[in-house]
């Protein structure tokens, strides 16, 4: 049997002349692992592949070797016993080095057909091997082809993110993202006349919302701000003409890292002139049929358009503004107390037919903890298989047996408790995986995507200082009938703004934005008292004539997160930060 070590350049030329297959062109392999059948027996082949620890058996027998790469295994048999000493060399490999092979690809005898393995029918004879690269680190997690339960800690996977590449989760979401993006680029340049354009990351500091990371320059007191989202940029690119743009977007926030958080992502960022949020709406949901339609191949097509809902109303029966509407238990009043802030809500449904005491009472300390309310007191009414939570000091009597869960307190603090509590008994019921129809109080929560438009958002609110802030960005256009409103109660003005949420999860905001200077101008100047001459660039753009516009941002990770089934954006990124938002492949943020 032939060993070499270094393959050629001519025979990568001489084999991808040949190929016919995409997963092979250019590639010093005939075949992938993953693609020979009964009807290629008597081909000769050339693979390339992951060894795993190879086990002999016995001193003369055969070899055999499950060679693995991106697309599948394929069962590698080496008879020639004449060359003991590549026989031996194969043997003693240590796991995950890379050989290439030469040899036939051969029908397996029955007894031996292996149906769990797409190649399960063939093994290739081999005739030589190429001993490409050996292994030499000690493996820190075994790489298990069927991984539902991967029970290495995360840490670890993202310290060696190369090694937890390979395995078959991580590959499938990845390669599932790069088409998603593919179809969404096609849909949009091929089918609506789309202009991809690239902005700049290195931006300067404005009060845009969120917090940047700042980047010195050779000038000690000159810095960069990382842009948070191409946000000013596309609003100048509609003034200088580019009236469809679109663009995958890297964005940086420095902001409080969540489960659902990076501080840098992706971003699917459009912007068109001359529309209306409903046109916004119809463009993403026309974008995602298509995803759902070319790419996904669900069987349930998804059902447009989506609903819509009030930001009041998904605040109020559902104690957040993205509801997820795959499950019931609803929030509604019990009772009110006239001119003050207190209140009395419950979560309608009977809790107890699917939680113990012991673990509502754990989902709501969860909870508690989360949105930072203090609970006064807990305590189970028996009679009513319901539990009652008091915030603060507030007495309250409730005897309505159509809640699970009743708490008094501060209505803000009461509904945001709630809310949360709800979606913790969502996810606890698996409810995020497979939804129990019993579960469901609706039709639409029979659908395994619930899509929803929250609508009618406030255009300002309180920030933590008592000031008044943008809902959003400061570029959102009011509704048209509010604008009156600018100069007494802004807090009261309705935003034309739009967040799409699905499964709880919100994965889109956008907006109609303000196109007249001197609004845009006062807004900064009077309601949100920030310096304007920070924005003097973009209003120098609509002073110039920049037609009407608007737009939307996608959030490209959390999309793919909710497509996949992912318990962490990090497994639909190829190097995310890790929880607490450091890079543990390459140590980073380090000191210079
Ligand atoms: N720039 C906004 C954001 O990043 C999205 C938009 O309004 O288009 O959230």
New binding site residues.
Partial sequence: MACFRKAGFDLCRQLSRTLSSSVNSFALRSHSCGELRAGDVGKRVTLCGWVPRIRKLGKKGPLFIPLRDSYGITQLVVNDQSDNEVSESLASLPPESVISIKGFVAKRPDSMVNKALSTGEIEVQVESVDFVNESSIALPFQLSSTDESFPVHEDLRLQHRYLDLRREEMQRNLRLRSKVSSAIRHFLTSLHGFVEVETPTLFRRTS???REFLVPTRDPEKFYALA????QF?QMLMAGGIDRYFQFAR?YRDEDLRADRQPEFT?L???LSFVDMGGIMNLVEEILAHIWRTVLKEEEPLQLPFQQMSYEEATNSYGTDKPDLRFGFEIADVSNWEDSDLAVRGIRGNLSAFLSREELEKLVEKAAEETNVTIGTMKWNKSQDSLTIRIGDTECSMSNTTFGLLASGPRDKVSRLLGRIRSLIGNRLSLTKNVDNELTTSDAGKRKYEFLWVVNFPLFSIDDEGGVKST??P??APHSSDEALLDYDPLKIRGQ?IDLVVNGVEV????I?IHDADQQEKILRDVLKVDATQFDHLLRSLRSGCPPH????LGFDRLMAVIVEAASLRDVVAFPKSFNGRDLLTKSPSTL
């Fill in positions: 845009e919302g969120a948070q989202s191409p946000q596309k964005c971003q960022d459009l912007e959003h960005h570029f959102t703004h889109g905001g956008g907006s934005r608007g737009g939307i941002a």
